[in-house]
């Protein structure tokens, strides 16, 4: 029992320190999607317009498909990496790499 507690214990302890590290890069929408499926701009769009794309997403999730949405107004949006606005597909494959350690789909 008590080799179970100190695995969990290490586990997520180790869970943690990958989350923080995923955190400390700069990029707000990898942030957030580390445990939303859906990124806004900040500031946030009206509330019917955001509801809409989360339901949206839940129905996607439904049919089977696993996806994660960012929704990028500006540079600001970007954090550290403003390079790639205006530029989806690069940002596509940079957010991929930035969530494949804790995300599967």
């Known amino acids: 029992m008590l080799r179970r507690v100190s695995a969990l214990a290490v586990a997520v302890v180790t869970a943690a320190v990958l989350v923080a590290v995923a ?8 942030d957030v999607l580390l445990t939303q499926d859906v990124y806004v701009p900040y500031p946030a769009p009206p509330k019917d317009a955001t509801s809409e794309l989360e339901r ?6 439904d049919k089977g498909y696993r996806v994660k949405v960012a929704v990028i107004a500006t540079a600001t949006d ?3 990496v403003p390079e790639m606005l205006g530029r989806p597909r690069v940002y596509a494959r940079f957010l ?3 969530l494949s350690l804790f995300y599967k789909g």
């Open 23 to 30: 955190r400390a890069d700069g990029d707000p929408a990898s």
């Open 78 to 80: 970007l954090g550290a």
């Open 56 to 61: 949206s997403v839940a129905v996607a999730y």
């Open 96 to 98: 991929g790499m930035e």
